[in-house]
């Protein structure tokens, strides 16, 4: 098989993720660099389009290089949530790629995905968001809701197909706390020359985009399903990444350990009665699917064969 032959002219880098971390303010920042050339977000090839277009159609993203750009690529948080066989395919076509994660608390992050589904969803009763917590829980189980947060089987499935060197894992608290030094090092990562005056000028001159318009407090016993359902999960990938989340899992065990003995009850009657039969349909069910959906994007792309 040949891999990567094309590579000069398509993406250099990825965004990957997670979703409701700060990729669409590091988009527009990328946008808007003379030396980076980025695709519109979320085109979503390589999970989506790969299926139906053909490499071309890609490429075409990234028409019009110009002389000084030295970084070329696309951000698309979807893809965090790929299975191992469709990142393989990622590494056929591009292997030389520099992939850009960032990580949040699974807590806040699935709080943030909540307000931005209320937003879109509930425009003519805002008023009454978040206080249905049956309907929070319904949408924190779906599969990949969940997923989305679940960074110790996202981490896993990248590093195993790209060498841990080649990701650049950020925490979305830098991406708020230090804007500008967190940009830089994603420009430094990607092979952009990093100017923080022109990281710190573009920041105080523009208008950072929020898709949510919802304000709600998180009612405590979501927290505690969540903290609960993330817990052994976020202790993994803790441990794969040198403690770099440490603080999340005291806040979690902190959040667990203090709840009532009741709660607890609760959070096992509807984990055994929903949301682990329907994570195990998908465990069932995925391989078949996601051998299908890479065997036919194989089948559209002559330039590596089935």
């Known amino acids: 098989m040949t891999t990567g032959s094309w590579t000069h002219d398509g993406p250099t880098f990825l965004g990957i993720g997670s979703q409701r ?3 669409s303010y590091l988009n527009q920042v990328l946008e808007a660099h003379p030396r980076a050339q ?7 090839f390589f999970n989506h389009h790969v299926r139906e277009e053909g490499l071309d159609w890609y490429i075409q993203h990234f028409e019009g290089d110009r002389e000084d750009t030295q970084a070329r690529g696309e951000i698309s948080p979807n893809y965090a949530v790929m299975r191992r066989r469709e990142i393989e395919l990622v590494r056929d076509l ?34 009454d968001v978040g206080k249905d917590v049956s309907s929070m829980l319904d949408y924190a189980d779906q599969r990949l809701v969940d997923a989305f947060g679940d960074y110790r089987a996202i981490y896993r499935n990248w590093s195993s197909v790209f060498d841990e060197d080649r990701i650049l894992l950020l925490r979305f608290d830098s991406m ?15 092979g952009v020359e990093p100017d923080i005056d022109w990281i710190r000028s573009y920041r105080e001159n523009t208008d950072i985009r929020n898709q949510s318009r919802v304000d709600v407090d998180m009612p405590a016993y979501v927290r505690y399903y969540l903290c609960r359902r993330y817990l052994d999960r976020t202790k993994v990938f803790n441990e794969m990444t040198g403690g770099l989340v440490q603080d999340w899992v005291d806040d979690m065990e902190a959040t667990v350990s203090e709840a009532p003995s009741l709660w607890e009850a609760r959070y096992q009657f509807r984990s055994t009665a929903w949301y682990r039969p329907v994570q195990w349909v998908h465990r069932l ?3 078949v699917r996601t051998w299908w959906k890479v065997r036919r994007a194989r089948q559209n792309l002559p330039e590596i064969g089935a």
Do not use: G, Q
């Open 38 to 44: 980025v695709a519109p977000k979320e085109r979503n």
């Open 285 to 287: 069910t995925d391989p």
């Open 21 to 23: 971390c700060a990729t």
């Open 94 to 127: 591009f292997p030389h790629l520099s992939l850009v994660l960032i990580v949040r608390h699974p807590v806040d992050r699935m709080w943030s995905a909540l307000r931005r589904h209320w937003t879109y969803s509930y425009l003519d009763d805002v008023a």
């Open 176 to 190: 708020k706390d230090e804007p500008d030094h967190t940009v830089a090092r994603v420009l430094d990562f990607v």
